[in-house]
């Protein structure tokens, strides 16, 4: 398994470790901050990829998750010490996990999806409602203890580590019983898996990753407010996730920098954003169902079958 | 309160039937689950709302030629972007929530967020049991009650409603028996669009247009369908009341923010008690 995951890691440290020193040429705090928000979103993406990628359970609510953390933040920012408030974000988040995660278990398909997609306008709802709490529409202001570059690094890291997490589970055990369960999960349990608790566990793996990110989200926000549960802001994760491609761990987090770094390079039509992320995501289902990951795998099969390169490694094998 | 909650919960009521009716109708024939729904709905409100402000028709013809237009976008959505998936149900589903996204999009930029108004085909109102009561309210209400007699002569009488049900009953049976089973995919298509665009059209003189308004009876309508169970048309109208006195109750009751949430609140209890649902089969295999 080592052995199969040491490219991978290998490449995420040195592109990781890339960005974190990227701020030693380029000082311009706006990239700074795409950049972070880049991060965060594939921290989401990622997570987002583990229940909704490997077992094959489209998660359209993913964003109760880090909702949860970034209301964490803002609820139990001011009484607890930062270092506790990350843990305290991935609790709440999987309590959540729970919540969303046991009656979803009998629904399959479509009608997870769409089940799924009503809790965080449930959430949303509740956070108008009781403003005493949540502030309403206005929200909670976040006072993050860490400075922007701070945040930048601290986003990377649990990106690493979000990343390193969710690839060691994929390529183990656990995760081919995953793909089992998302090829047929009546065959995995006539096989004697309990897909309920697999199903479960990646609810749950999925929504602390998410919760801890949540924390960050709010502190990079400044901000939590009810917009976090708007149907959007979880379309945007199922996007990135879909265009970056399901099932791999990388290709989500590769799909949430691409669509950010695009959405904010089209700043000045600012207006046509969402449209353009849903003609990607149409036009990715319709001709690259495999997202942007399949894509290069598919380049560099080419390359590699036409290039003497490719040859030569073959042959050595 | 009583009293417009019975009043109002009936008006909806029907109008939810019909939404929900639309919305099983392409659940069960053609065993897709269209997340474009309510963006269908949408598109019928705002066509209404440009014949009528933009282009000065009168009501009753602008309420037709809106039906019909938005039918031929259904079916020209479908041809384009359904067909080529069918077989895959996850990428339906994630293709049709692109398009009711792109569609939003494409309301928001061509009419701003700003809501806007419909004028009312019958001004004017009368009190019932002392509640307010609009004439367009009842006029609602009435062409609901017509809607749902045309649909259930539609599936009971005609051969194309016999070539429906059997086609939900058994897709290939009905092939085999010489149905031309993506003919009357295509017709399941339009009856639900229609049906989405005539809700659509017959609320939008008393709420506010607005590009994200899709939403919540793409919601409503699932809860129902949650709710009353699979192929079960009795099932779907009694649930689709059930949820709008109960969505009444919270508004009139405790807050009229909370009225969706009850709704999706009913969605989930159901699930979680009564998976299969009021009548029929339920969503859970």
Redesign the interface.
């Known amino acids: 398994m080592i052995r199969r995951l040491a490219p991978r890691y290998l490449g995420l440290l040195v592109v990781i470790g890339g960005l974190a020193l990227l701020p030693l040429w380029v000082s311009n705090p706006y990239v700074l901050s795409v950049l972070t928000l880049a991060a965060l979103y594939a921290i989401f993406a990622s997570s987002w990829d583990i229940l909704s990628g490997y077992i094959?359970q489209?998660n359209?609510g993913h964003a109760v998750f880090f909702g949860a953390g970034a209301y964490a933040a803002g609820f139990l920012g001011p009484h607890l010490p930062a270092l506790l408030v990350l843990p305290a974000g991935a609790v709440a988040a999987v309590g959540f996990a729970f919540l969303v995660g046991?009656?979803?278990l009998?629904?399959?398909?479509?009608?997870l999806?769409?089940?799924t997609?009503?809790?965080p306008?449930?959430l949303e709802?509740?956070a108008?409602?009781f403003r005493d709490v949540t502030g309403g529409e206005y929200g909670i202001t976040v006072d993050p203890p860490l400075s922007a570059m701070g945040l930048y690094l601290a986003a990377l890291a649990l990106l690493l580590a979000t990343l390193m997490v969710l690839l060691a589970v994929a390529e183990s055990r656990i995760g081919s019983t995953f793909r089992a369960i998302g090829d047929d999960d009546q065959a995995a349990m006539a096989a004697g898996v309990n897909a309920t608790r697999f199903k479960l566990g990646a609810f749950v793996l999925g929504a602390a990753l998410a919760g801890l990110g949540g924390v960050l989200y709010a502190y990079h926000l400044r901000h939590v407010g009810p917009e976090i549960f708007s149907?959007?802001t979880s379309?945007a994760i199922?996007?990135m996730g879909?265009v970056g491609g399901m099932g791999t761990i990388l290709g989500p987090a590769l799909g949430a920098f691409f669509l950010t770094l695009l959405g904010e390079s089209l700043r000045e039509i600012e207006?046509?954003r969402?449209?353009i992320?849903?003609?990607v995501?149409?036009l990715c289902?319709?001709l690259f169902?495999q997202g942007l990951w399949g894509l290069g795998r598919l380049l560099s099969g080419l390359a590699r079958k036409s290039g003497m390169l490719g040859r030569a490694r073959i042959r050595s094998r | 309160m009583i009293t417009e909650i019975l009043i109002f919960g009936t008006i909806w009521g029907a109008i939810y039937t019909i939404l929900a009716l639309g919305f099983t109708l392409i659940f069960g024939v053609v065993r897709i689950l269209n997340l474009a729904y309510g963006a269908i709905y949408m598109v019928a409100s705002y066509l209404i709302y440009s014949l009528v402000s933009d282009f000065g028709l009168a009501m009753i013809p602008a309420w037709l030629l809106a039906v019909a237009l938005t039918c031929l976008v259904g079916m020209a959505l479908y041809r384009i972007f359904i067909v080529p998936l069918r077989e895959s149900l996850g990428r339906v589903l994630i293709v049709t929530a692109g398009i009711a996204i792109f569609l939003q999009e494409v309301a928001v930029l061509t009419y701003s967020t700003e809501p806007r108004y419909v004028p009312t085909a019958l001004p004017g109102s009368l009190a019932i049991w002392g509640v307010r009561v609009t004439h367009q309210q009842l006029l609602t209400l009435g062409v609901a009650v017509v809607l749902l007699a045309l649909l259930h002569a539609l599936l009971t009488r005609t051969r194309l409603g016999r070539e429906l049900r059997a086609v939900a009953q058994d897709t290939e049976m009905a092939a085999l028996m010489g149905i031309p089973v993506e003919r009357t995919y295509l017709f399941a298509i339009a009856i639900s669009t229609a049906l989405a665009a005539a809700a659509g059209a017959l609320i939008a003189p008393f709420l506010t247009v607005s590009p994200e308004m899709g939403w919540s009876p793409l919601l409503v309508a699932f809860t129902i369908v949650v709710l009353g169970g699979l192929g079960s048309l009795w099932g779907t109208i009694l649930a689709a009341f059930i949820v709008a006195y109960a969505e009444m109750f919270t508004a009139y009751a405790i807050s009229p923010q909370l009225r969706e949430a009850v709704t999706f609140g009913i969605m989930i209890l159901t699930l979680v008690v009564r998976p299969h649902g009021l009548f029929g089969k339920g969503i859970v295999e």
């Open positions: 094959g489209l359209f046991v009656p979803c009998k629904l399959r398909g479509p009608y999806s769409l089940t997609l009503v809790f306008l449930i709802r509740l108008f409602t149907l959007f379309f199922v996007i879909i207006t046509f969402v449209l992320y849903s003609a995501l149409i289902v319709m169902p």
